[in-house]
């Protein structure tokens, strides 16, 4: 916090002093000066050759410039002007409304000494010092103060004349004629004022304009030195005495200032001083700390030079008129002028602690955002090598500068003193050339220099981006990202306290939060996340993107989950590309039942980031090292040894082709198409030009005022000046000529038009002598007036032409420009609208005696009246009105006392109906030289405004040229002069007469409406992606906020909207220009102007020149061609959005967008620094310099330095060592800041390439195949693919998948056969029960007979017997699971548990379910085909599946379950608990904590799941109850078998018994055989 108040409190010290020195308003003095002063340094004093004020060399060519310059335009407008302007209180007024106070002439004499050295004193009796005489001190021992004159004697006043100075002062008074001046200043050259003795002479005048209460103080100074040279400094200091009036509004606001300013800077010297005070040592060795001890000494000394001024006696109390004591008015003279010059020096000191404060907020600044203290810290660290480039800069600049001075400046003025070499080179450095006039001066030897210095310093620039750039690196790769920062704790600590203090205001605005959320409810709406995918898959300039999650479920080991993750994406390792670079991991195959699968990750896609404990990792594991290290070369190391949970982040390839980009393609041809073919460039400008040429109408030598004029310096204050160009250039010029229709030649002049009268509005007209008043004024006496009430043609008009009654012939066409343009308007060809300005009562009590009315406000405020409705504004508030001299008249009529003629305000018929007197000027050169003459008679100083309008027609473009003049009288005196010409085809689409002319005028048409088709187009591509954007927001935000999330997330998206937003301008300027007053007519039809306008042969006096129509059209087609421009810039900008698709493009791209925060980061350091120097610059050159008015016009000019275009010659010649100084500071801090720049996009992109793409050409064009490849396969496919047919999983699907639907398929060993028939088991032996021996016996039947057929009642019965026998085996497989088993022949089962194990074993199992993993809520969302059948294919495997695994159910007790839950299904019950519970809509949880939480609130899934828990329990008592009857079947009947087996076996016994008795007898009787043959053998 200690960081961000100091740094707040100078940005606020800077913007006071910023708009302290915008409030010095050094326009207005501008303005003053142009209409003032600009004329003596324009006009020149001689001709042939033509020089001016800066050509004056010598004290005889200063009188000639007195004499024929400055008294002359002095003089213009009392001689020349419109007579009823002057004479307020006999002072002179220059520039209209610029009264001059006083004028005064200094000279200084030089005093010529004997020569030291004898060697040439026979030829040189006298010599004068070295120097120039300097009019701005004194100098006793080169001034010679001794009186001379010879019919009048002048003394040397000391302390006295110019800057108090001393000098023989002469004081001008201008209340005299002209020629008494003339004769005063010839005196003085008869008394030797102007021979050689002349060492210097400075003439003073002072101005004073009431309407803006400012007054400016001129100076001429001519100093002469001896070589004959003269300096010339013209000086001009603006004072305004008012700025403190307490009715003013500004002057409250200047207090303000004050006081901030006090304040601030009090604290900032206690601040620093304790600084310096605690150790100097350290304070000292900073740069920054001479900056602030600099800074707060300009500081003090702009405010003591201000409470100087401010404080004066004659700031405070000077009034008007001045005093007519000749010394008090000497005095009142000499104080204005030297309060004018502290002013100057103000200013001067002002703009440079403005520029200091900056640089000091700028610092500060440094240590609150990132990027300024990365630009400081990247300086810094080079510091050293920076100060050692910097020094072996400058001294090679002043080595090439002295060279050029010593070689070049004999013949170049560019290098005629050491300080202009300097600056020169400084020039040629940042690219000025200077190639010719160099080697045109110097030859061979000039040709070596230039290419030297260019070459040199085209290298050694180098070195300083290489210091930079490696600065920039190393403190960029250092910098901490942390949010540590001071500006961000004390955003966040403001946001807290504005969230604890806004608490219960957001409380009361809850219910209008729910309001504008439509009823919903607070949490996000549940939308399709799949649709919301797909969709943003379908945007082709952005790669596909797949996040996959792995974590551990309750219940599962790590381990398997690792060895999961391991197994599920098989990857490819690629080298990176570039050194440096990074390890590539493609996609080569993915497990079809694992995670990568289900969310669509495919072959090809990249491994880009790994996300575990919350911590995104997009580099490290990409390492080229820790691949070969630590994985040893297998890219599946990647995926080992992390920590749960895990999110993979993969990344697909931009589509090279898609439909967007195809249709932007197609829209960008058919803008291009169209807006060439109908903004018809080249036709619009050849008329054009014509046109402005012939307005300007070149240049003519006034040899009364030895001036050159043009229409750049016409004034509308001049009668003369504005007459000539008036009937010189634009009557003679523009309706001299007339033709018949489709004439080559123009025809002699034949006077008026027989069928056209003149109209005036005057009622009183009758009483006068029309004929009279015409001929007075040199027009022609045959000129009709038109008798009768106002016709429909004048509406509007006081003066003009209208046809009679009767239908009026046009046999005579006015053209121009030998025949091929032609004037479109029947009645009048061009139409004059004047205003006139109302003057009011001077409320300044200080300056109302000697300035008594002042012009109204309303003409400030406008500024220009000629496209304003000032004076419609001005009548609306019924104030008096007052001409210039003080006569009240009214504003709607005004009465002219020359020709007696009354001038009627109107609105309608004006230019734009802004109101106004409109004249039209006829139909060919006498009409208008008629009533030009009359007008010319009648215009007074009020006049502020003239709009000249007119409208040609070229046959053979088929084109119109509207051209608009405009003259302003501003209130400092400034006449501001425009000319505008728009050139447009009533039908839109025409091409000119020309070959095939109709057939591209129906291509012009078919392109318009194929370009509505991309409009609309591309408009629906951007309404598609503000929906997915709108679907996306929806998930995690409130959704009005998915405008700023499209801006965020795709900085190309704002041109998308700019785009359409442009062209739906476009096509909104194209409809209302075909339209143009249209409509709908149920007998005419449709109907427009603009299609319906035709030239007819004969009009009636209904006709009204359409001046309006063409106004308003002309207006469509110049908004319609900016936006033509704009929208071009912008459509071949977004072009660049595609190139994405490739990945040397796109290395391009992402570098220049991954810079695009530092660039805007570093271009507001541009822009404060900036304005730093603008205002330096427009403080002191903006009065005096018209390229520095305003501080637009300075930005652009101070830019124009940073590009290699400099005008700097008059800025030199104005102050010379002010310029060196600032334009060398410039030209360093921008170098430094410029290469940062350099230095940004370097990283960027060193960075960005790491992560290349295969950017190789070989590679692009193998992609350009693969997309063509993929094109053609997917055309070929068509819509049958099975990825692109959806599925809904539906209750439908799940039944057809259910157990029941092939429960037909039951086999007796409890397992189902899907193939038809069912599987029945060979038996091992021939023995067997009747029951087995009957089963098999249907087992074989089904065998041939294929599944149960249910309707058969035999089918039915051999079901059961197999659903009974199948329960019987799970019963013997059960009891053959069993550990505790009956080691007897019987089947009795010994081993039940006790009461209370069985309680404890039941209380486990129920804890088991609730840590189990819960089944979750199964939504019907819609899948593609094969993903609905890789779900049935894996579903029939499982019901296939026999032996099933420990824990599952088996099909037999499945079924039981299913069929629970289809009476349920089919009873609506499950419909409803899904409702009951399915959560409320939330953020997927991505940490662990987060995880946790939301384990702790799933209360709704383990609900249900204890719900399906029961109806699994409830089927499997049921199944067991059956099992339980089947069982005791069972074992009835192996109790059966086992006594028939006793029986058996104990007759068994009896007859083995039996057996074993004859086997004994046998035996006997073998043995007694034996013993009776034996003797025998």
């Keep these: 916090m200690t960081m961000v108040i100091p740094a707040f409190m100078y940005i606020i010290l800077a913007c006071s002093f910023v708009i302290l020195m915008y409030m010095q308003e050094i326009t207005l003095s501008a303005e003053m000066y142009e209409a003032t002063v600009a004329r003596f340094e324009q006009s020149p004093w001689q001709l042939n050759p033509t020089k001016t004020i800066r050509q004056v060399r010598g004290s005889g060519q200063v009188y000639q410039w007195l004499s024929n310059v400055f008294i002359n335009q002095l003089y213009i407008e009392a001689e020349y002007g419109w007579g009823n302007q002057s004479n307020v209180n006999a002072s002179l007024m220059v520039g209209s409304y610029n009264m001059l106070l006083g004028g ?790 005004i009465f002219s006392t020359q020709t007696g003629l009354t001038y009627e305000y109107s609105e309608e018929g004006t230019f734009l109906n802004q109101g106004g007197i409109a004249i039209g000027l006829g139909n060919n050169l006498q009409e208008a030289t008629a009533v030009w003459n009359l007008v010319s008679q009648d215009l007074s100083s009020n006049v502020v405004s003239l709009a000249l309008e007119y409208v040609e027609y070229n046959g053979n473009h088929d084109m119109f040229a509207y051209t608009k003049v405009s003259m302003d009288v501003k209130g400092t005196g400034q006449t501001a002069r425009d000319i505008a010409t728009t050139v447009f085809p009533l039908n839109v689409f025409s091409m000119g007469f020309q070959e095939y002319a109709q057939s591209k005028r129906t291509v012009n048409f078919a392109l318009f409406l194929c370009y509505i088709f991309a409009g609309v187009l591309f408009a629906c591509f951007l309404l598609r992606d503000f929906l997915v954007q709108l679907a996306l927001t929806s998930i995690s935000k409130p959704f009005y906020m998915f405008f700023t999330d499209f801006l965020q997330d795709d900085v190309w998206n704002a041109l998308d909207v700019v785009t359409v937003i442009l062209n739906v301008y476009i096509l909104q300027d194209m409809l209302y220009y075909i339209l143009l007053d249209g409509g709908l007519d149920l007998k005419k039809g449709f109907h427009s102007w603009t299609l319906d306008v035709a030239f007819s042969d004969s009009v009636t006096s209904d006709f009204v020149d359409p001046f309006e129509q063409f106004n308003r059209i002309a207006r469509i087609q110049d908004t319609f061609n900016i936006m033509v421009g704009l929208n071009g810039l912008f459509l071949a900008i977004r072009v660049l959005k595609y190139f994405r698709s490739l990945s040397s493009l796109r290395l391009v791209l992402s570098s220049v967008v991954a810079a695009l925060s530092e660039f805007l980061t570093l271009m507001l350091m541009i822009a404060v620094v900036l304005v730093a120097f603008v205002f330096m610059m427009y403080q002191r050159y903006g009065v005096n310099n018209h390229r520095y008015h305003s501080v637009f016009s300075t930005t652009n000019e101070l830019f124009f330095f940073l590009v290699g275009s400099f005008d700097t010659k008059d800025l030199w010649d104005i102050d010379a060592t002010f310029f060196f100084f600032v334009f060398m500071a410039y030209q360093v801090a921008f170098l430094l800041i410029l290469n940062i720049f350099l230095s940004a996009i370097t990283y960027r992109w060193k960075d960005v390439r790491r992560d290349a793409d295969d950017f190789t050409i070989i590679g692009a064009f193998r992609m350009v195949m693969d997309s063509l490849k993929i094109l053609r396969s997917t055309k070929q496919s068509g819509s049958a693919g099975d990825e692109r047919v959806l599925r809904k999983l539906d209750e439908a699907y799940w039944q057809q998948r259910s157990v029941l639907r092939h429960v037909k398929n039951l086999n007796s060993n409890g397992t189902i056969h899907l193939g038809g028939s069912l599987y029945v088991a060979h038996q091992e032996g021939d023995d067997g029960d009747a029951e087995d021996a009957e089963l098999a016996e249907v087992g074989m039947e089904q065998e041939h007979i294929g599944a149960f057929n249910f309707q058969n009642p035999e089918h039915v019965r051999r079901f059961h017997q197999t659903f009974q026998k199948a329960h019987m085996e799970i019963a013997s497989q059960k009891c053959l699971e069993l550990q505790d088993r009956d080691t007897g022949a019987g089947v009795e089962f010994h081993g039940k548990l006790q009461e209370a194990e069985f309680e404890r074993t039941l209380e486990q199992t129920f804890d088991a379910t609730d840590d189990a993993e819960t089944m979750g809520i199964i939504e019907e969302d819609s899948q593609f085909h094969k993903a609905a059948a890789d779900m049935t294919s894996h579903m029939d495997k499982k019901l296939q599946e026999h032996p099933r695994p420990a824990g599952e159910m088996s099909t037999v007790e499945e079924i039981w379950l299913d069929a629970l839950v289809t009476v349920l299904e089919e009873a609506g019950a499950l419909e409803h608990l899904q409702k009951l519970f399915v959560p409320m809509p939330m953020i997927l949880p991505e940490k662990t904590q987060e995880w946790q939480i939301f384990n702790q609130k799933n209360q709704m899934e383990r609900r249900l799941n204890r719900f399906f828990s029961l109806l699994q329990e409830e089927a499997r008592v049921k199944h067991f109850e059956y099992l339980k009857d089947m069982a005791r079947s069972k074992e009835r009947v192996l109790k059966q078998q086992s006594l028939v087996l006793t029986d058996f076996l104990e007759t068994l016994d009896s007859q083995i018994e039996k057996l074993q008795n004859e086997i004994r007898d046998l035996n006997k009787q073998s043995a007694s055989m034996q013993s009776h043959v034996s003797p025998l053998l």
């Design 104 to 893: 005064r002439l200094t000279l200084k004499r030089k005093k010529l000494n004997r020569p030291t050295d004898h060697l040439f004193a026979n030829s040189v009796a006298r010599s004068m010092s070295y120097a120039k005489t300097n009019a701005w001190g004194q100098s006793s021992s080169e001034e010679l103060t001794s009186d001379f004159g010879s019919s009048l004697k002048f003394k040397y006043e000391k302390d006295k004349g110019f800057n108090d100075a001393g000098g023989y002062v002469q004081m001008l008074d201008f209340s005299l004629p002209k020629k008494d001046l003339m004769q005063q200043v010839s005196n003085l050259k008869d008394n030797f004022w102007f021979d050689l003795s002349q060492g210097s002479l400075a003439v003073e005048l002072l101005y004073f304009n009431g309407n803006i209460d400012r007054f400016l103080y001129v100076v001429f100074i001519f100093e002469h030195d001896f070589t004959g040279q003269t300096d010339v400094t013209v000086k001009v200091c603006p004072l305004s005495m008012t700025i403190h009036e307490p009715t003013q509004f500004t002057a409250w606001v200047r207090y303000i200032l004050y006081l901030v300013i006090l304040i601030f800077v009090m604290v900032f010297i206690k601040n620093e001083t304790e600084d310096m005070t605690a150790d100097y040592q350290a304070y000292f060795s900073q740069p920054m700390g001479f900056v602030n001890v600099c800074s707060f000494f300009l500081i003090t000394c702009t405010m003591i030079s201000f409470f100087l001024m401010v404080f004066n006696f004659t700031f405070l109390n000077f009034r008007l008129p001045m005093d007519p004591d000749p010394q008090k008015r000497i005095e009142q003279f000499s104080n204005i002028a030297q309060l004018a010059r502290t002013n100057e020096f103000f200013g001067v000191l002002l703009g440079i602690s403005t520029c200091f404060v900056v640089v000091q907020a700028v610092a500060l600044m440094t240590n609150l955002l990132s990027q300024w203290r990365l630009v400081s810290t990247s300086l810094t660290s080079m510091d050293r090598h920076l100060v050692a480039f910097l020094v072996i800069f400058f001294i090679m600049i002043t080595g090439f500068g002295l060279s050029g001075h010593f070689l070049l400046g004999l013949d170049m003025d560019e290098f005629s003193s050491p300080p202009r070499s300097l600056l020169t080179v400084m020039e040629m450095i940042k690219g000025l050339a200077n190639y010719k006039h160099i080697v045109q001066t110097g030859g061979f030897f000039g040709d070596c220099y230039w290419f030297s210095l260019e070459f040199f310093f085209l290298i050694y620039g180098q070195l300083l981006t290489a210091i930079i750039s490696v600065g920039y690196f190393k403190q960029r790769d250092t910098q901490s990202n942390d949010a540590a920062q001071p500006l961000q704790r004390f955003i966040k600590s403001v946001k807290h306290g504005l969230r604890k203090y806004s608490a219960g205001a957001l409380r009361l605005l809850s219910p209008i939060t729910s309001l504008l959320s439509f009823g919903r409810s607070s949490g996000p709406p549940q939308e399709d996340f799949d649709q919301v995918a797909r969709l943003r898959d379908k945007r082709a300039t952005k790669a596909v993107v797949r996040t996959v999650r792995y974590e551990l479920r309750h219940g599962e080991l790590e381990s398997d989950l690792m060895d999961d993750l391991a197994s599920d994406v098989t990857l490819r390792a690629k080298e990176p590309f570039y050194p440096d670079g990074m390890v590539h991991y493609y996609v080569e195959e993915t497990k079809p039942d694992g995670p990568a699968r289900d969310f669509k990750v495919s072959k090809g896609f990249r491994l880009v980031g790994i996300r575990e404990e919350g911590v995104w990792d997009y580099k490290h594991f990409r390492d080229k090292d820790r691949f070969h290290e630590i994985y040893k070369g297998n890219p599946q190391g990647v995926l080992k040894g992390l920590n749960m949970p895990v999110q993979l982040l993969f990344q697909g390839r931009v589509r090279l082709f898609s439909l967007e980009c195809v249709a932007l393609l197609f829209f960008c041809g058919v803008f291009l198409a169209f807006g060439l073919q109908v903004a018809r460039v080249g036709d619009t400008y050849a008329m054009t030009s014509l046109q402005r040429s012939s307005m300007e109408g070149g240049q003519w030598l006034d040899t009364e005022l030895s001036r050159v004029m043009s229409f750049q310096n016409v004034s509308m204050q001049e009668k003369r000046s504005f007459s000539t160009w008036t009937t010189e250039v634009f009557l003679r010029h523009q309706m001299s000529c007339r033709t018949i229709p489709g004439g080559r030649s123009c025809l002699p002049n034949e006077g008026t038009r027989d069928n056209w009268s003149l109209w005036v509005s005057d009622p009183n007209l009758e009483r006068k002598n029309l004929s009279d008043i015409i001929s007075s004024a040199g027009g022609q006496p045959g000129l009709r007036l038109f008798q009768g009430s106002r016709p429909p043609s004048a509406v509007g008009l006081s003066i003009g032409f209208v046809p009679d009654g009767q239908p009026s012939r046009i046999d005579r066409l006015l053209s121009q420009s030998r025949g091929k343009n032609a004037g479109v308007m029947r009645n009048n060809y061009a139409r004059m609208t004047f205003q006139l300005a109302c003057f009011k009562q001077n409320a300044n009590d200080r300056f109302k005696v000697g300035y008594p009315y002042v012009i109204d406000d309303v003409f400030l405020w406008h500024g220009t009246c000629s496209s304003a409705t000032c004076m419609k504004d001005m009548l609306k508030q019924n104030r008096d009105c007052y001409s210039f001299a003080g006569e009240r008249h009214d504003g709607r009529k």
